[in-house]
């Protein structure tokens, strides 16, 4: 969805987090809950609730038809913190969704990093999706904007249903798909959407988290 985009892209912050220690977590749901997440609808509105799953608390997202999704506003660089962690799950990719055409412009889970230039249109994002056709492992600019860049971390149905653990290196992810280094990071999003194919999605996050080290 184009809306959804181009807002990510640009979204950013007029302060900063105190980023002290090896670990800068972006939210721990269990003891924060929703705690600094604002939304942000862009046609209908995509459900996130929080629920206690295999003993902890984590974030369900349900999508029908729907483009929103939730914004932390945070401040870090990745030279420094550079390792992003996480879990999610998926009921399943979305039918019709396609990466390659705005008419499948839809995510079961997504994660956005933004990094805002000194200018518009230096502003630029990495989003880590749940492919629905891309291989895993392979990226490509979003079907709606080129400052967007997508890599598919989980691609298809066969790990749906199971919690997964990610971490991507965002030094290293932003420099393969911008070819330069990256500037201070200043939110961190959440998205699950189903707008463009009006299909339906499900999805869970559990926390996020960003390192100075690898695990």
């Known amino acids: 969805m184009r809306s959804a985009v181009l807002f990510f892209i640009v979204y950013f912050i007029a302060h900063t987090a105190n980023v002290l220690g090896a670990e800068l977590p972006v939210n721990r749901f269990s003891t924060e809950g929703l705690s600094g997440w604002e939304p942000k609808i862009f046609k209908g509105t995509t459900v996130y609730r929080l629920i206690k799953e295999e003993g902890r608390t984590v974030v369900k997202a349900v999508s029908h038809g729907s483009a929103s999704g939730l ?18 799950k998926v009921a ?91 500037p201070e990071a200043k939110a961190i999003a959440i998205m699950t959407d189903s707008d463009d194919t009006g299909g339906t999605a499900e999805a869970w996050y559990g926390d996020i988290i960003i390192s100075t080290e690898s695990n």
């Open 71 to 88: 914004v932390q506003k945070i401040s870090f660089h990745p030279s420094k913190y550079r390792y992003m962690r996480w879990s999610w």
């Open 92 to 182: 399943g990719t979305i039918k019709g969704g396609d990466e390659k055409v705005k008419s499948g412009d839809d995510y079961a889970a997504r994660l956005y990093v933004v990094f805002p230039g000194r200018f518009f249109w230096q502003m630029k994002a990495i989003n880590y999706i749940w492919a629905n056709k891309l291989a895993k492992g392979e990226s490509t600019q979003n079907a709606y904007a080129s400052s967007a860049k997508m890599i598919a971390v989980e691609s298809g149905n066969s790990k749906a249903g199971q919690w997964l653990t990610e971490e991507r290196d965002l030094l290293a992810d932003y420099r393969i798909l911008f070819g330069a280094d990256p």
